[in-house]
Nanobody, 118 residues
Framework: QVQLVESGGGSVQAGGSLRLSCAASGIAFSFVNMAWHRQAPGNQRQLVAAITTGGTTNYADSVKGRFTISRDNAKMTVYLQMNSLKPEDTAVYYC????????????WGQGTQVTVSS
């Protein structure tokens, strides 16, 4: 059974930093593209950052230069380093895994809350 377990969320003041982690199990991690999404109350879930199996990254314009996504295949973990946090970054952050060989093999974590106060 595939599991994605996020950690590292919390409350921080504007300008602060947090590092989110997402530990995967039950899946061949080197064959999945990983991503972080977020959803604020009343808003749709949106892509924040993604990283392919080969390490190519892409970011939402709103977080470019502030957030960094990375992965450790040996630890089966993806990270999201968030710096210079803003109140508008407040949301539930979700980890996502997409297997490269099967569109139907798409998985989500349970989410972790990030709250940034001004």
């Amino acid at each position: 059974q595939v599991q994605l377990v996020e950690s590292g969320g919390g409350s921080v003041q504007a300008g602060g930093s947090l590092r989110l982690s997402c530990a995967a199990s039950g899946i061949a991690f080197s064959f999945v593209n990983m991503a972080w999404h977020r959803q604020a109350p009343g808003n749709q879930r949106q892509l924040v950052a993604a990283i392919t199996t080969g390490g190519t990254t892409n970011y939402a314009d709103s977080v470019k230069g502030r957030f960094t996504i990375s992965r450790d295949n040996a630890k089966m973990t993806v990270y999201l380093q968030m710096n210079s946090l803003k109140p508008e970054d407040t949301a539930v952050y979700y980890c996502n895994a997409q297997h490269i060989a099967s569109r139907s093999r798409n998985y989500w974590g349970q989410g972790t809350q990030v709250t940034v106060s001004s």
